[in-house]
């Protein structure tokens, strides 16, 4: 069975967590490819992408696949996730974690800024 987790940074704003998970929710609820889809957050919210990695696979998920929905290629995605992620593999070795390219990668981004903009015109 395969999970994917969106990952966010997390916020000291309850609103800006909630929008997130609102958001994953509505994908979830698109989605056709996973058996599970769950938020995590790398830091400053709850749940943690231990804690979510750690439920999923205690539920036999065998393969997780992480979204960072991150707009660039910073310290967070370029270090700080690859290190959760490897963690992860050396505690669960039976387990396949795959980490995708971070949102800002997306080549579809400009084009939705783009709409988005001219329906505000």
């Known amino acids: 069975m395969d999970a994917l ?3 966010a940074h997390g916020s000291k704003r309850s609103l800006s967590n909630e929008e ?3 958001l994953a929710n509505e994908i979830k609820s698109k989605d ?3 058996s599970k889809i769950e938020a995590a957050f790398l830091e400053l919210a709850t749940p943690s992408i231990q804690t979510v990695s750690n439920n999923l696979i205690s539920q036999n998920i065998s393969k997780i696949y992480f979204y ?3 707009l660039n290629s910073g310290k967070h995605v370029g270090v700080d996730l690859p290190y959760i992620i490897n963690e ?3 505690e669960n070795p ?3 974690f795959i980490l995708l ?3 800002g990668k997306s080549n579809r981004i400009s084009d939705i800024i783009l ?3 001219s329906l505000s015109l």
Do not use: C
């Open 5 to 7: 987790v969106l990952i």
């Open 20 to 22: 997130f998970i609102s």
């Open 32 to 34: 056709k490819n996973f």
């Open 68 to 70: 960072p929905y991150f």
């Open 88 to 90: 992860l593999k050396e």
């Open 94 to 96: 039976a387990v396949e």
């Open 101 to 103: 390219e971070h949102f």
């Open 115 to 117: 709409d988005d903009i």
